[in-house]
């Protein structure tokens, strides 16, 4: 995530970004990150989104998916049910 954040947004780079994020999609499918880092990773995406119309968003809601999918049952409902706050704030400023 440091190496994401740290690399500027760009045609030169994107390519990266993307592969960074696809890392982090591994490690979440592994299963091998503690609930704390799946905490941050999903902040980490959440705040990434904001970056408009960047081709990396595709990826990115892949690895939020991803996480989803496989975090435990109780991470699981906190996360899905900050994710629908979010969605649901979104829509209603948009």
């Known amino acids: ?3 994401f954040e740290k690399t500027e947004i760009g ?3 994107e390519k990266n970004k993307d592969l960074q994020i696809r ?3 591994a490690l979440l499918k592994s299963r091998l990150a503690p609930p704390q880092y799946v905490r941050m990773i999903y902040n980490f995406l959440i705040g990434s989104l904001w970056i408009r119309f ?3 968003q595709a990826a ?3 690895c939020v998916s991803t996480l989803i ?3 435990d049952v109780a991470l699981q409902k906190e996360i899905v049910q ?3 706050s979010i969605l649901k704030c979104t829509a209603w400023t948009s």
């Open 54 to 56: 960047a081709p990396i």
């Open 82 to 84: 900050r994710h629908a």
């Open 69 to 71: 999918d496989h975090a």
């Open 11 to 13: 045609f030169a780079t």
């Open 60 to 62: 990115i809601h892949d």
């Open 23 to 25: 890392r982090l999609e």
């Open 1 to 3: 995530m440091y190496d």
